[in-house]
């Protein structure tokens, strides 16, 4: 069994027992040392035809651990809003749908900043935090440095929404309210990772 998921691109690296995984996988042995890393993201970058994902066998917690230690790790949060007519809040940043999420400033707590954002790059207000959704990972690199960003994300409601405004100095261009039992989630051109969370929505 799996207990995080990180992905590379669109293709996730599970972390956890190859012994009930199913699906197309490449196996990946124990991460004991930076170059065992630097091998895992090699592999997730050049897979092959028809893989499902990395798995990648051992202690889980060691393996994770591992790959933070080896790459540039940041933290973020965001929210999946909806409204009060139930639909929910999607953004298009540099091309691609997206949900409203950002880095963490000094010393607020996960809810302040995945708040924050939501206000900041959507103009929306009047939000409420209602349950917690699973964390995201995802790996990318800048300047020949990897980069591992974990993002906490929330579910919320808002009661304010109709003057919502994109923040286009963070690239938003547009804002839009669906209808989450018609968005068809595996043909929305998305990541990897809100896919994944959208799906457990």
């Known amino acids: 069994m799996y207990t995080r998921i990180v992905h590379v691109g669109d293709l996730p690296l599970y ?3 190859s012994s009930s995984s199913k699906g197309n996988l490449i196996h990946f042995d124990e991460l004991m040392t930076p170059e065992d890393v630097a091998g ?20 889980a917690v060691h393996n994770f651990s591992m790959l ?3 790459v540039h790790f940041l933290k973020a949060a965001g929210g ?60 990318y690199s800048i300047n020949g440095q990897w980069n591992l ?3 906490i994300w929330f579910k919320m409601s ?8 994109p923040q286009t100095e963070e690239d938003i261009d547009e804002i839009r309210w669906v209808r989450l039992d018609v968005l068809d989630v595996e043909k929305l051109d998305t990541y990897a990772t809100i896919r994944y969370l959208l799906r457990a929505l």
């Open 158 to 165: 808002t009661s304010d929404w109709q003057n919502y405004k």
């Open 68 to 70: 933070m230690r080896s």
């Open 80 to 139: 999946a809003v909806f409204n009060t007519e139930g639909n929910l809040l999607l953004i298009r940043r540099l091309g691609k749908w997206d949900l409203p999420k950002g880095k963490f400033e000094d010393e607020e707590t996960d809810e302040e900043c995945a708040m924050r954002e939501v206000e900041e790059e959507c103009a929306v207000r009047g939000l409420q935090i209602k349950h917690k959704l699973p964390d995201t990972y995802h790996m």
């Open 15 to 17: 972390f956890g027992n």
């Open 40 to 59: 895992l993201i090699q592999v997730a970058l050049d897979p092959g035809k028809n893989v499902e994902g990395v798995m990648v066998n051992g202690d």
């Open 149 to 151: 960003k974990k993002t």
